[in-house]
């Protein structure tokens, strides 16, 4: 039986992570952590004092997950990271502590098993095209930019190889600040929009064709759910960063 406790627990996802931990035979919900949910704890801390657990999910903020997740690691407690604005610095900060306390941290952008899989068919098509951007939709009210789905293809990009630019940013006429941002090397662009909850789009472009990958997400936390608990399941026997839900796909 693993223990499980889920920071974010009353979280539109956390809550949806919480409830499917509670149905899974081989997992145990021991302890919750959040703002305002009766029974539950203020702190990671205050959480792993008082109930002991093998993994920390976090459903939070980025302002708060990396505290979160460092809090766990040097308890040996394992993480699940869902909350999206960390960085690559964050990452290597994480993978650091993990290793040296012999436990894993498993971090995905979109816990969803359809974006994992346009992550993995990304880095295929990446391996064929020389050029392509990433367009990153989300909701008007969503503070970091670009969202975690976004950042972690750019970056999952990065490792196969750099696009090409027809013109370098630095040579733009106009405002540079309209060919979006560079992620480790792939120019992303934001759009932040009612109506949408996540969708990120990847765009390759070849002599005389483009092939377009997108991942749409619906107003509701299910698809989430199953791939987290995937990830938890997966931080037995692991040892420090894996990063990216498809590297656990097989």
Same mark, same amino acid.
């Given at each position: ?6 920071? +974010?627990? $009353?979280?539109?996802? +956390? ?30 801390? %205050? ?26 690691? %040097? ?24 290793? %040296? ?8 952008? !979109?816990?969803?098993?359809?974006a994992? /899989?346009?992550?993995?068919?990304? $880095?295929?098509?990446?391996g ?8 990153? *939709?989300? !909701?008007?009210?969503?503070p ?35 060919? +979006?941002?560079?992620?480790?090397? $792939? ?12 969708? $990120? %789009? ?8 483009? /092939? ?6 619906? !107003?509701?936390?299910?698809? *989430?759910?199953?791939?987290t608990? /995937?990830?938890?399941?997966?931080t ?15």
């Amino acid at each position: 039986m693993i223990r499980v406790c889920v920071a +974010g627990r $009353t979280g539109w996802a +956390g809550s949806a992570v919480a409830a499917g931990v509670e149905a899974a035979r081989d997992l145990e919900l021991v302890a919750g952590v959040s703002r305002t949910g009766e029974g539950d704890y203020r702190s990671v801390a %205050e959480a792993l004092d008082a109930a002991p657990a093998d993994v920390v999910v976090d459903f939070t903020h980025a302002a708060v997950a990396k505290e979160h997740a460092s809090v766990a690691l %040097e308890r040996g407690v394992a993480v699940v990271i869902g909350s999206s604005g960390l960085g690559a610095d964050d990452y290597d900060a994480l993978e650091r502590l993990a290793v %040296e306390h012999g436990v894993a941290v498993v971090a995905a952008g !979109n816990f969803s098993l359809t974006a994992a /899989l346009l992550l993995r068919f990304a $880095t295929v098509a990446a391996g064929r095209f020389a050029t392509w951007e990433v367009i990153d *939709y989300a !909701n008007a009210t969503k503070p970091d930019a670009p969202s975690g789905t976004a950042r972690e293809l750019a970056e999952r990009l990065g490792e196969v190889r750099a696009p090409s630019l027809g013109v370098p940013v630095v040579d733009v006429l106009g405002a540079r600040e309209a060919r +979006g941002a560079a992620v480790a090397g $792939t120019q992303v662009h934001s759009l932040r929009l009612p109506s949408f909850v996540v969708s $990120t %789009e990847i765009v390759f472009a070849g002599a005389g064709e483009r /092939l377009s990958l997108r991942h749409d997400a619906a !107003n509701t936390p299910a698809p *989430y759910v199953a791939g987290t608990l /995937l990830a938890i399941r997966a931080t037995e026997g692991r040892v420090g960063l894996t990063r990216g839900l498809d590297r656990l796909l097989g």
